[in-house]
């Protein structure tokens, strides 16, 4: 019975056609064809491969591969369909997501540069004559003599040598080839190797429940709930370990790209030894840097990845640990189509490849916590802090009796918060004051008729900011000028509420006037360099 490809049309349109497959190809699900499509060529990826259905006209073939293998495992073409029926994104938006447009179209490929290496070398007879006549063949031949690898060109003196290099590749002496160069992310950056530490109690505890799940031929998720600074950070790097020495690979996730250098910086100095397998994968690389990468991890040559949420869809072999760092975080929600969440999709990817996720965090998400009580995930604790210091002393103050003090103005700064900061202002230390809003006054309110002065678009209180004098949405952007009056009763008697980071600043600059005081917001690092 002859063998069809249904194929997903690359495009918008969703379009899944079926098409019979030439003798001459081997085509295998999750290749990248080439199709014909009505008067046209285009391209597609395979979704499967089945037996040509009946029917009363014959399928048109395959025109070719646009890859000799397929870009897509099994098991990630599992997790897209997963997607398509969990999430409702299309199946397209979603191939697209497992592979990058720098790998799905044809204008980024690999980096190739010329590079020379010694064939037949001379005679001692033929370098004496080369000494006396050509001196900078003769130099050449020595570099490369030398060299226990190709030299590229560039190396060697670049365009000035190039009939140099000719003449002796005539004479069979040297051999120009072609040489493909990485584009290293981290090309310019030294790491320090680091050695394992000695795990307290707790850590151990912990790197003993997920080396026996890395061992289980069906593991339970991971919770790892360890309080900042318990240590999460090097139980990670010791099961990384024991997932490499059983001939497994790894796929670690931060929740924000900014994490992303000082993980890779953690792990290639730790794993000083297998540097180059270790991969990047995030948006912020180039095109060029991102190809190298997602090749490096489809070849095997890397076994363990890095990177943000799209990292989940990372092309890699035979993944044996998932950590995911930080569970709780938002950020690992792909808020575009198509959308996800990371988190999930690393438990989902386990569960279809019969691996270990370690969801770790000082502040689980709810749905994880809950998960852990229906027995669905393993929780396993870390209570202490690695280095046995003691947690920082946190006091929760009531500021409506702060409020009462000042005869019912907005009480921002507390008696106690008051002397702590002189104390560190004495002591030549500096103090950070977290304020979750900006602006001056967080809404606008008539005290009469209690109308507030809402987005038009939003319908959430619209915010004063001083310093341009305008009211502000934090959502959509609309602003709007301040009133004179209330517009639903015009009473004058309309006045600000609340108080964000540019009111407080004011009253910081009054209290300690001889403190320099600096502002750190949306608002105030706008333009590069401001600080």
Not at 95 to 121: D, F, Q, V, Y
Request: glycine share 4%; net charge positive; with cysteine.
């Amino acid at each position: 019975m002859p063998l069809a490809a249904s194929v997903l049309i690359d495009g918008p349109s969703e379009l899944v056609f079926d098409y019979a497959i030439p003798d001459h190809l081997e085509v295998l699900p999750g290749c990248r064809v080439r199709i014909p499509l009505r008067n046209r060529d285009a391209t597609g990826t395979v979704l499967r491969i089945q037996e040509a259905p009946q029917s009363e006209f014959d399928l048109r073939f395959l025109t070719g591969l646009v890859d000799p293998e397929p870009l897509i495992t099994p098991a990630l073409l599992k997790l897209a369909e997963w997607i398509t029926s969990y999430y409702g994104t299309p199946l397209e938006q979603v191939i697209r997501s497992i592979i990058p447009a720098s790998i799905r179209g044809e204008k980024t490929s690999a980096k190739i540069r010329k590079a020379a290496i010694l064939a037949n070398p001379p005679t001692e007879s033929e370098l004496a004559k080369l000494a006396k006549r050509a001196k900078r063949q003769h130099q050449i031949i020595n570099l490369l003599s030398i060299a226990d690898k190709p030299v590229p060109i560039t190396e060697l003196g670049g365009a000035s040598i190039s009939s140099s290099i000719k003449t002796l590749a005539e004479k069979g002496w040297v051999k120009v080839i072609n040489l493909e160069v990485r584009r290293d992310p981290d090309a310019n950056e030294t790491f320090l190797p680091t050695d394992p530490l000695t795990l307290n109690d707790e850590q151990h505890e912990v790197f003993e429940t997920i080396s026996k799940s890395l061992h289980s031929e069906k593991p339970k998720p991971i919770l790892l709930h360890g309080i900042t600074g318990s240590g999460k950070t090097e139980v990670y790097l010791q099961a990384t370990r024991t997932a490499l020495n059983l001939g497994k690979n790894v796929i670690i996730l931060v929740p924000e790209i900014s994490l992303a250098p000082q993980t890779v910086q953690r792990f290639k100095a730790r794993f000083h030894d297998l540097t180059d397998q270790i991969a990047i994968l995030h948006s912020h690389l180039s095109q060029g840097e991102r190809f190298d990468e997602w090749h490096r991890i489809r070849a095997g040559k890397a076994r363990i990845v890095i990177g943000a949420r799209s990292a989940i869809f990372a092309p890699i072999k035979d993944p044996g640990l998932i950590i995911v760092d930080e569970e709780h975080e938002p950020a690992y929600k792909q808020e575009n189509p198509p959308k996800y969440h990371a988190r999930d999709l690393a438990v989902v990817r386990c569960n279809l490849e019969k691996c270990t996720v370690v969801l770790g965090s000082a502040t689980p998400s709810l749905e994880t916590f809950q998960n852990t009580q229906l027995k669905k995930y393993q929780m396993v604790k870390m209570n202490e802090r690695a280095d046995g210091a003691s947690l920082p002393l946190t006091r929760v103050v009531d500021m409506r009796i702060e409020a009462k003090k000042h005869k019912g103005r907005d009480a921002i700064i507390s008696d106690i918060l008051r002397s702590s900061v002189e104390k560190r202002i004495e002591a030549n230390e500096q103090v950070i004051i977290f304020l979750n809003r900006r602006g001056f006054a967080r809404s606008l309110q008539c005290p009469p008729c209690g109308h507030v002065i809402e987005c038009n678009h939003c319908a959430i209180p619209l915010t004063y900011h001083r310093g341009d004098e305008r009211l502000v949405c934090h959502i959509c952007g609309f602003q709007s000028i301040v009133p004179r009056l209330c517009p639903n009763c015009q009473d004058p008697a309309i006045r600000f509420q609340g108080y964000g980071t540019e009111k407080a600043e004011i009253i910081l600059r009054k209290v300690f006037p001889s403190a320099k005081i600096a502002r750190l917001d949306t608002d105030t690092t706008r333009r590069k360099n401001t600080l």
